[in-house]
């Protein structure tokens, strides 16, 4: 089956089909094309007439909110991939299943592809979060790098999302900025104490940002 020029959601779907039917070896063919996507968070004029140029290996829309009145099932999928599937249900006129087919698409690579080579390019991650990241984006970053920079970064921007009401916080939410702290929490105590011989949190955070920005803008 060939997906040449498929979108990085339709090859999520047909991914998950070949997984639900135990085609191991599809799901990870397409895994591999996942690898070569990129979403973008926006667009951005590459010239004065604001001709704008579309790479054929990035898609412009990944994040949907479809119909829903219970949370999905896919038992079939990784257990940390089903909770991307996000159904808000708390209120009934708005209900609806979000779902992210970036941290989607980030999942099914990692967990397909966990033996293969190359490793999990975070930094590449990292460069696609810089405009408007998500709980979900910041929760998948934060479970598959066990990276300190990475989770305090997930964390801190969790928060923000938090303090700034950019969503309707539900329990489901809360409940993943308390797990991504206990991660803080673990990686901070593996890697020895936050002081001395650490860079402060702040310091980290905007290294991470301003490495991320220049591999952005080339």
């Not at 979000?98 to 590449?124: G, K, M």
């Not at 809360?174 to 011989?197: C, F, L, P």
């Not at 650490?198 to 991320?212: F, G, M, P, T, Y």
């Amino acid at each position: 089956m060939s997906c040449s020029g498929a979108s990085a959601p339709s090859l999520c779907m047909t991914a998950m089909a070949h997984l639900k039917f135990g085609e191991s070896e599809e799901a990870e063919r397409l895994a591999m094309e996942l690898q070569r996507h990129q979403v973008e968070s926006g667009l951005k004029p590459h010239s004065e007439s604001y001709d704008i140029m579309l790479p054929v290996d990035s898609d412009w829309a990944w994040r949907f909110c479809l119909p829903c009145d219970s949370p999905p099932r896919f038992p079939f999928l990784p257990e940390f991939t089903q909770t991307l599937f996000t159904a808000r249900l708390s209120q009934p006129l708005s209900s609806h299943l979000y779902v992210n087919f970036r941290c989607l698409s980030w999942s099914l690579q990692a967990e397909l592809l966990r033996n293969r080579a190359p490793a999990i390019a975070f930094d590449h991650w990292i460069e696609q979060l810089l405009g408007d990241p998500d709980l979900e984006e910041l929760l998948t970053l934060a479970h598959y790098s066990d990276c300190r920079e990475h989770v305090e970064l997930s964390l801190q921007q969790m928060e923000m999302i938090e303090k700034e009401r950019r969503v309707a916080m539900e329990t489901q939410d809360e409940e993943k900025i308390g797990w991504v702290r206990q991660k803080r929490w673990r990686v901070s105590n593996r890697s020895g104490s936050d002081s001395g011989a650490h860079r402060s949190r702040e310091d980290e955070e905007r290294r991470l940002w301003a490495r991320a920005r220049l591999r952005r803008d080339g």
